[in-house]
């Protein structure tokens, strides 16, 4: 069963969200909240495995939310950003900050569902294309990665994990076993210091590893 929190400050989106997810099996929305600054109490309270989080609210926003979340707690639930335009600045900054993917608001009931169970199992990123032109537009000054020293095999799994590929896709594709594309998955995510593979592309596309 994943557990579902839900952020925004809209009552009928929020009362929207509940109705698609309260209906699928395996997804329980434990609790709901209006503002970002409830988001870290909440999370504390409710232990839920995934956060629907709206990105533009009045308080506290949801980038500063989901930045709350990765600094305050040791095992931060995932995070799926809500937002209404998909080329929206907001969106980049909240998976720089930890998000691991988005959804739009306008998306079908079905790929709404999706979109939580593909977050909380956090092998795949959403939307990887969009990932790419958030990149390009908003991602044009350069990070450098200074004693970050990838393998060639990690920088294949690195540039497949920026298609959007899940472990089992990078095995196939590279004619790994499943138990080795997950080490090194998990080698790349420890040389870039980061948590999961949203913010590992992130990083890649700022450090121009990979070119949006």
Known sequence: MTSVLIVDDDALIRAGLRAILDASDGIDVVGEAGDGAEVVPAVVELRPDVVLMDVRMPRLDGIQATRLLHERLDR????????????????????????????????????????????????????????????????????????????????EVLRLMAEGLSNAEIAARLVLGLETVKTHVGNVLAKLGVRDRTRAVVVAYRSGFIAP
């Not at 998306?107 to 977050?119: C, L, M, N, T």
């Not at 969009?130 to 990149?135: E, F």
């Open 76 to 155: 931060p639930p995932r995070v799926l950003v809500v937002t209404t335009f998909e080329n929206d600045e907001y969106v980049y900054e909240a998976l720089r900050a930890g998000a691991g993917g988005f959804l739009l608001k306008r998306s079908r009931p079905e790929h709404i569902v999706e979109a939580v169970r593909v977050v909380a199992r956090g092998e795949s990123l959403l939307f990887p294309a969009a990932v790419r032109r958030l990149a390009a537009a908003y991602g044009s000054s350069q990070d450098p990665l200074p004693g970050v020293r990838l393998t060639d095999r990690e920088g």
